[in-house]
């Protein structure tokens, strides 16, 4: 795995993540750093060399660009023929101008996609970051590029995405597909940002009188991700974050998935849609928008269409008489160059999305998709970044309405300071993600089968399609095990039909504690079901031979997704509280708590005795005993273990002195702060 950051390039072994990785040192030259401090820019987040572009040239040799300190310069790195060849270097006598292939500004968003050892990239080609175009480098064809300053083709954009997509069985179909969000010139209240979806041939040579080395194929039609509402008015997610394309049988057909967020600061949401090939080809083959009328209004094109249909590839299934883009007539060029605009958008499927979050203190930033094979069919999970620093993994199941169900499996922090997610890779032959964000990388595992517990029931109900129940644990499910107790209903997730003989560990697992708590201050007792669509009661057994009684919200009680909080504690509450899941029909103990109250009057005087209590002791004396240890022994016998083990608890907790010498010996982090903390009882917001 290759890694771009401020002057460095890395090289990480994926057979072994912890070795040592191969680093190159490509900085930007001082001279060029001192010409961009002085033209105005950041020492720090600007002038410095930000490897934008990593792109695999052949089997030996990667094709990398920097921005160079607001100066963009490419050249090769080779890499050796194997991993084992540990060969990592720059080529320095191959460096070469990044124009047209890496932005100036490090802050601002490129694709590109190396095809046939020809770059395309979408990219700022200019210091002051004005003129954004569609670029072609490299290669034996003509270097290419996107008219210059026209509003219609591109406004102002930020490019997301790029990927080859092929139309059919003739290569000279194929088309490269641009993902970006641009402010728009057709919406009702202009300037907004739309979602876009371009594309251009790739052996388009330009026209031959007009549009000279630029494209003569290029088209771009609007991605909608809307939330219908029941007046009829749509709620819009405008600004595309990201999009993953997820690769089918059939090379022609994948499918699209893309994250967006809501633009403006009023309403605050993401959202995940899922675009067919067929409904993106249909509008790109649709009428063209066009301006007429007396309000100049954004009308279908219904006059007459000029041949070849403009966006045609030359020497295609339709045109395969025409070898080239010059060899189209004026009028075909001169449409396109004016009429870049599909009039129709393109809905995703079922014309709603995937998955919507509002409300949630966070925005959805990335996207990965691994498609699983489970006992009862394949499901796409969907691992989501978020801009906090966590990634959630997610699952869509079908329901008997024609609604769709969304299952929150876990949420995961994968950095220990929390920063947005930029980029998601999944390699399905090491079953890991690759995460990455402004201050590092990491990785995590597809699947964590023990997280769920160690009861069949639990496994079942936490309808992971990676996990089954194979008889004595949650573990990683393989369709081509022979294993007949392996259990697994990720659909239904029906623990008492498919955990039939498992279910009386389901109680035994559950977590017992012992709490204390002092009349008139609050308690917290947690709770945390492994499944977050789990039903949770409590209930309240004050003695062993009463019969247990439901706690419902009240004045004193509050109910929370993490627990139950008891304010203005009284000597009465103290007995043994159980919190109770249920989903699906079956019901569990996740969790017992014995709750102590202790008197408020005793516990103070533990605390905080007496001035006379507190004389220095007589010479040669031992160390001396806790205070409340001596109060402790006027007390009453019964209490007196309580107050023990709750003043120790105490003083355990307390913040050391702010008089403490500066050199003292800190304890050591606990290790388990660098792993990522499972967060997958905390269901956001929807």
């Known amino acids: 795995m290759y890694v771009g950051s401020k002057d460095y390039v890395l090289s990480l072994d994926l057979h072994d993540i912890n070795r040592e990785p191969l680093i190159i040192h490509w900085a930007a030259s001082p001279q060029r750093i001192e010409e961009c401090v002085l033209s105005g820019k950041d020492v720090n987040g ?14 030996t040799h990667l094709y990398v660009c920097g921005t160079g300190a607001y100066n963009p310069m490419c050249t090769y790195v080779n890499r050796g023929r194997r991993a084992q060849d540990y060969i990592f270097y720059l080529e320095p006598e191959r460096l070469e101008s990044g124009k047209g292939k890496c932005p100036y500004d490090p802050k601002l968003d490129t694709a590109s996609a190396l095809i046939n050892e020809e770059l395309y990239a979408g990219v700022y080609i200019d210091f002051m970051g004005t003129d ?8 034996k064809q003509t270097a290419m590029r996107t008219d210059q300053y026209n509003s219609r083709w591109l406004n102002d954009p930020s490019f997301i995405h790029a990927e080859l997509i092929p139309d059919s069985a003739e290569r000279n179909d ?20 739309y979602a876009r979806i371009g594309r251009i ?3 388009d040579d330009g026209g031959h009188c007009c549009l000279v080395n630029k ?16 007046d009829g008015i749509e709620t819009h997610f405008d600004e595309l974050q990201d999009v993953f394309v997820q690769q089918t049988q059939d090379v022609r057909n994948p499918v699209i998935y893309a994250v967006f967020t809501s633009s403006g600061s009023v309403f605050r949401g993401s959202a995940v849609c899922v675009y067919s090939m067929a409904d993106i080809r249909m509008v790109f083959n649709g ?20 041949y070849p249909r403009p966006g045609t590839c030359p020497g295609g299934t339709f045109t395969p008489s025409m070898k080239s883009t010059k060899d189209y007539p004026d009028e075909v060029i001169n449409f396109m160059r004016s009429h870049p605009l599909m009039y129709q958008a393109v809905y995703p499927l079922q014309r709603r999305p995937l998955v919507v979050r509002t409300g949630a203190p966070y925005r959805l930033t990335t996207i990965a998709v691994d498609q699983v094979d489970a006992a009862d069919g394949r499901y796409e999970v969907l691992f989501l970044g978020t801009d906090r620093g966590t990634v959630q993994k997610v699952i869509v199941l079908p329901k008997d309405d024609q609604e769709l169900e969304e299952l929150m499996l876990e949420e995961v922090e994968v950095f220990k300071d929390p920063a947005p997610v930029k980029t998601m890779t999944i390699s399905s032959k090491r079953q890991q993600l690759y995460v990455a964000s402004a201050v590092g990388v990491t990785h995590l595992s597809l699947h964590r089968c023990q997280a769920y517990g160690a009861a069949c029931a639990d496994c079942c109900l936490a309808r992971d399609p990676y996990c089954a129940w194979d008889g004595q644990a949650c573990s990683r499910y393989t369709a081509s095990s022979k294993r007949r107790s392996r259990r697994q209903d990720v659909r239904h997730g029906n623990p008492i039909r498919q955990c039939r003989g498992f279910n009386s560990n389901a109680n035994k697992n559950a977590v ?8 008139g201050s609050a308690a917290f007792l947690e709770c945390q079901p492994r499944s977050p669509q789990a ?13 247990r009684r439901e706690i419902r919200a009240e004045d004193r009680f509050l109910r929370t997704e993490q627990g139950l909080l008891l304010r203005a504690l009284q000597l009465s509450d103290r007995g043994l509280y159980s919190c109770t899941a249920t989903e699906n029909n079956f019901k569990h103990v996740v969790t017992r708590v014995q709750l102590h109250v202790l008197g408020r009057d005793a516990v103070h005087a533990a605390l905080f005795p007496p001035l006379s209590m507190s004389a220095p002791p007589p010479p040669g004396a031992g160390p001396p005993t806790p205070p409340y240890q001596e109060l402790a022994q006027l007390l009453a016998q019964p209490e007196v273990g309580l107050i023990h083990q709750y003043c120790q608890g105490y003083w355990r907790h307390v913040p050391p002195s702010p008089r403490e010498a500066p050199g003292a010996p800190r304890s050591p982090e606990p290790q388990d702060q660098k792993k990522p903390r499972n967060r997958r009882h905390h269901p956001p917001d929807t």
Not at 132 to 139: N, P, V
Not at 512 to 519: F, I, L, N, R, T
Request: glycine fraction near 6%.
């Open 132 to 139: 954004a175009a569609i670029f072609r480098t490299l290669g």
């Open 512 to 519: 017992e504690s012992v709490q204390y708590g002092v009349a």
């Open 287 to 306: 009428p063209f928008a066009h301006k007429e009328g007396p309000n100049y209004q954004w009308m279908p094109f219904s006059g007459k269409m000029p």
């Open 535 to 547: 039903t949770v009661k409590w209930l309240f057994q004050r003695d062993p031979g009463d019969r």
């Open 46 to 59: 600007e002038c410095g060399n930000f490897v934008r572009l990593i792109q695999p040239w052949n089997r």
């Open 215 to 230: 494209w003569s194929t290029f088209l771009k039609a609007r991605l909608v991700c809307s939330v219908p509402g029941e």
């Open 201 to 203: 041939c790739l052996n």
């Open 174 to 193: 194929d088309k490269l597909y641009f993902f970006f969000r641009e402010r728009s010139a057709e919406a009702p209240q202009s300037p907004a940002v």
